[in-house]
DNA sequence: ATGACTGCCTCTGGCAGA
């Protein structure tokens, strides 16, 4: 089984290289964030002709996430994230596929920080702790991905000045990201890459990608079953080289069936 | 170096992203 995350940055200007990851990669499930767009334009069946199906929880111009799956129909678990019920931004999505519990996220980017923006990603992440600590009890087979928008560590980063000031590496992020994982739950990327190194992200400008100055914000946490079976990972960078690219990479790993 | 780019939905410029 193979799954990945990929922070598209706008399904309709992606499409056509979304398909192509999809038919060359053939991810078992794919996680997609920030597809941008209202949930009566989304191309569900572009996916089908490709043998994907899928379920999304859009808004109009921002957020937006997608689960998709090769050959089954993924079964919605859950729809937004609990804990706060004004919250109408569309970045959380559960589905069940094969047995496994998938949890995508688009984690808030949390930027200017101090500020509300900064407030909302870290109560975003507390109902997000609460969420995993219910799955967590259930004990079922459970990844949970997505653009988490936060630097682990400064080996996560090409160069950790250029960023110390981001919400993406404040300690009160970290120290959420820290307390997510704390119940036992595998960062797949970290176990496999211990040193860091790995990039997920290049920003479009100053030639970011060019130079090789990215940082690792999208992440796959595998509960213990899955961790268990885990072989692999990878970033598919060459994604990220390719015209009218995303500013993230897909990120996927190998679980042994 | 206070720079740099891209997508969205148009108030084709302002916002958001990271």
Same mark, same amino acid.
């Given at each position: 089984m193979k799954i990945a995350t990929y922070n598209i940055n706008g399904i309709k200007a992606r499409l056509p290289r979304l398909k192509d990851w999809l038919a060359e990669t053939q991810p078992t499930v794919a996680c997609l964030q920030e &597809?941008?767009?209202q949930d009566d334009s989304f191309p569900a069946d572009e996916f089908a002709e490709l043998g994907y199906r899928a379920i999304w929880h859009g808004q109009k111009s921002f957020n937006g996430v997608a689960i998709l799956a090769r050959d089954v129909q993924p079964v919605e678990a859950m729809r937004g994230l609990p804990g706060d019920h004004d919250d109408e931004q569309a970045r959380y999505l559960e589905a069940d596929v094969n047995g496994v519990r998938i949890v995508c996220i688009y984690l808030?980017? %949390?930027?200017?920080?101090? %500020?509300p923006k900064f407030d909302y990603k870290l109560a975003w992440m507390d109902r997000l702790c609460t969420r995993l600590e219910t799955l967590w009890t259930q004990e079922i087979p459970c990844a949970v991905l997505g653009d988490?928008?936060? &630097?682990?560590? @400064?080996? !996560? &980063?090409?160069?950790?000045k250029a960023m110390a @000031? !981001?919400?993406?590496?404040q300690p009160q992020s970290r120290a959420a990201w820290s307390r997510l994982l704390a119940? %036992?739950?595998? !960062?797949a990327v970290r176990t496999l890459n211990p040193r860091g190194g790995v990039w997920t992200y290049w920003d479009y400008q100053a030639g970011a990608w060019q130079r090789g100055h990215g940082f690792r914000i999208d992440h796959l946490l595998l509960s213990p079953e899955l961790a268990d079976r885990l072989e692999a990972v990878g970033v598919d960078r060459d994604h990220r080289g390719?015209?009218?690219?995303?500013d993230h990479a897909p990120v996927w790993a190998n679980l042994r069936d």
């Open positions: &597809i941008k767009c808030p980017n %949390g930027n200017p920080q101090p %500020g988490f928008n936060v &630097i682990p560590e @400064d080996s !996560d &980063i090409w160069a950790p @000031d !981001d919400a993406l590496m119940a %036992g739950w595998t !960062d390719r015209e009218k690219a995303s």
